[in-house]
C-alpha cells in the first residue's frame, strides 16, 4: 500500500482525496499556489508545499514543479483529481518514468480517450452504440460533404482534439457546409493545437447521459450504472442525478453489460466515465469518455455506497475489485447534486471575493462537498465551483423536497451564487417530471425573462 499520496489539485476535491487518503491510513501531501496559502487542502493535509504563482499555468499546470514536490516529499503516487493535469497524457507519462504512480489508466489509454474520433472508433468496434458519422477525421471539404449526404443534415463537425464544446459546428446543409466546416477548423487548430475534424449525425435535444466505471489492473471491470447531467449552461453542469429519469431499468443493464465488457476489451483500469447522447426515441449513443474522477462523482456513491475516491487509491496500489467493493452492485434510493458557483445567478459573470457568512446544510440524507468556510476567500483565478450539494432520497420525489430545503438552508453572503437559480431550475414544473435535455436552459432562461416581464 502507498504510504504517502501528492494530490496534484485544489479546492473540493483536494479535500476529497485527503478524505480518502486519512480513511486509508495514507499521508496526504498538498501543493499549493500563492492564491492558496490559507486553503483548506493546505491546512488538511500533513505536508503541503508551495509550487509557484497564482496563475494555474506556472502552479498546478506547471509539470516540472509538481513533479519535483512529488520527489522533495518522496510520495508513493500522485492523484490529479479533475480538471488541471488529469487528463494529461505526458503528464501520466512522467509521473511513471520519475517512479511516481499516476491514480489513473494508463497514458496510452488517456491519450487514445483524448483523440475523439479515435475513442468513438474504438467504441464502435467493441461494440457500443455511436451515432451514424465520419470514419475517423475528416480529410478535406469534399470529403465532408460527402459524409454529410450519406449520414444526412443536419450533422455536427467536432474537434478530433476536442471536447467541451469548443471547435463544434452544426451544419444544416450543404450551402453552409464549407463556412461551419472551415470556422470549425480553425477554432480547433487555434485552440487545440489540431484543427482535425470528425462528423456526426447532430441530435437536436438530447439528453446527457454519463456511465460511471471502475476496473481494477487485474482485467476485473464493474459498470456502477448512469448518472443524467442534461442541465447544464454554456457546457457547465449545475444539476446532476442519479438514476436517470429517463432510463428504463433493461436499458440500464443492457449498457452495464456492454461497458464492462468493452473496458475489459480496452484494457482500462481505475475509475472513468463514459459520456452518451440519448436522442428522442430513447437510445443511447457514445459521444466521449473521460479518464478522471468527475465532478459529479458523490451522485453515484450516494445510491452505490461505493467509495470511488478510496477505490481509485486501491485500484492504483494493485488490489482487486473483490477486495475493494462488495459485488454485485445494488443501487439503491436517488440521489441529486447542485453545484454551487460563486457566480451572478442571471448574468453568470464570476463573482470572487471575501465570503462573509458561510453555512452549509445538514441533516439526513445532506453531503456538502466544499473547501470552502466564513472568511474565506473566492479566487478569480480557478474556476467558479465553491460547493457541491448532494442529497440522497429512497425516491426521487425525497430527494427533490431534500434538496429544495438544503438549498433554502445555505447560507453564503458576500459573493454571488448559483443558488437562487437552482432554487428556481428545482421548483420547475419539467425538471420536477424529469423532462430534462440540454436545451432545458435554454427554454428556463427564456421562461425566466417572460416571467419578469423582461
Ligand atoms: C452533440 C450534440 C448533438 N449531436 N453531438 C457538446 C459538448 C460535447 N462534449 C458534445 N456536445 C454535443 N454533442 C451530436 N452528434 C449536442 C452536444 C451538446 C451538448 C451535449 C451534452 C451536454 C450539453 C450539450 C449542450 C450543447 C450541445
Redesign the pocket.
Known amino acids: 500500500m502507498f504510504k504517502k499520496i501528492l494530490i496534484a489539485n485544489r479546492g473540493e476535491i483536494a479535500l476529497r482525496i485527503i478524505c480518502a487518503c486519512k480513511e486509508l491510513g495514507i499521508k496526504a501531501v498538498a501543493i499549493y499556489s500563492e492564491a492558496d496559502r490559507h486553503s483548506l487542502h493546505v491546512r488538511f493535509a500533513d505536508e503541503a508545499l508551495c509550487i509557484g504563482p497564482a496563475r494555474a499555468s506556472e502552479s498546478y499546470l506547471n509539470v516540472p514543479a509538481v513533479i519535483s514536490a512529488a520527489e522533495i516529499a518522496n510520495v508513493d503516487a500522485i492523484h490529479p483529481g479533475y480538471g488541471l493535469l488529469s487528463e494529461n497524457a505526458n503528464f501520466a507519462q512522467v509521473c511513471e518514468s520519475s517512479g511516481l504512480k499516476f491514480i489513473g489508466p494508463p497514458p496510452e489509454i488517456i491519450r487514445m480517450m483524448g483523440e475523439k474520433d479515435k475513442a468513438r472508433q474504438a467504441m464502435k468496434r467493441c461494440g457500443v452504440p455511436i ?1 451514424p458519422g465520419s470514419d475517423g477525421v475528416i480529410g478535406s471539404e469534399g470529403e465532408a460533404l460527402e459524409w454529410a449526404q450519406r449520414v444526412g443534415f443536419p450533422v ?1 463537425v ?1 474537434a478530433a482534439a476536442g ?3 469548443r471547435g ?1 459546428r452544426v451544419i444544416r446543409s450543404a450551402e453552409e457546409l464549407p463556412r461551419m466546416f472551415n470556422a470549425a477548423h480553425s477554432e480547433a487548430a487555434s485552440a487545440f493545437g489540431n484543427g482535425d475534424l470528425y462528423m ?4 437536436e435535444r ?1 439528453r ?1 447521459i454519463e456511465f460511471q466505471i471502475l476496473a481494477d489492473e487485474h482485467g476485473n471491470v464493474v459498470s456502477l450504472g448512469e448518472r443524467d ?2 442541465i ?1 449552461r454554456r ?1 457547465q453542469k449545475l444539476v446532476e442525478e442519479s438514476p436517470s429519469p429517463s432510463l428504463s431499468t433493461e436499458l440500464r443493464n443492457k449498457m452495464n453489460g456492454i461497458l464492462e465488457k468493452t473496458m475489459k476489451e480496452i484494457g482500462y483500469f481505475n475509475a472513468g466515465t463514459v ?1 452518451f ?1 440519448m436522442d428522442e426515441d430513447g437510445s443511447l449513443h457514445f ?2 469518455m473521460n479518464t478522471r474522477i468527475q465532478v459529479e462523482h458523490p451522485v453515484t456513491e450516494s445510491v452505490t455506497d461505493v467509495d470511488l475516491v478510496k477505490s481509485q487509491i486501491l485500484i492504483a496500489a494493485g488490489s482487486k475489485l473483490t477486495d475493494i467493493i462488495q459485488q454485485p452492485v445494488v443501487p439503491c434510493g436517488h440521489s441529486i447534486e447542485c453545484r454551487i458557483n460563486a457566480e451572478h445567478p442571471e448574468k453568470f459573470t464570476p463573482s470572487a471575493g471575501k465570503i462573509t457568512a458561510f453555512h452549509a446544510p445538514g441533516g439526513t440524507g445532506v453531503r456538502v462537498d466544499t473547501a470552502q468556510y466564513q472568511e474565506g476567500v473566492v479566487s478569480p483565478y480557478y474556476d467558479s465551483l465553491i460547493a457541491k450539494l448532494i442529497v440522497r432520497g429512497k425516491d426521487r420525489p425525497e430527494a427533490l423536497a431534500r434538496m429544495r430545503r438544503a438549498l433554502d438552508m445555505f447560507i453564503v453572503e458576500g459573493i454571488h451564487t448559483s443558488i437562487p437559480l437552482q432554487q428556481r431550475i428545482l421548483q420547475d414544473p419539467d425538471f420536477e417530471a424529469g423532462n430534462v435535455d ?1 436545451k432545458f436552459m435554454e427554454r428556463f432562461m427564456v421562461k425566466k425573462t417572460a416571467e419578469s416581464g423582461g
Do not use: D, N, R
Not at 456526426?200 to 441530435?203: D, L, M, P
Open positions: 451515432l455536427i467536432k471536447g467541451g464544446g463544434m456526426e449525425k447532430f441530435i438530447p446527457h447531467c442534461s447544464q457546457h459520456e447522447l459521444i466521449e440540454t
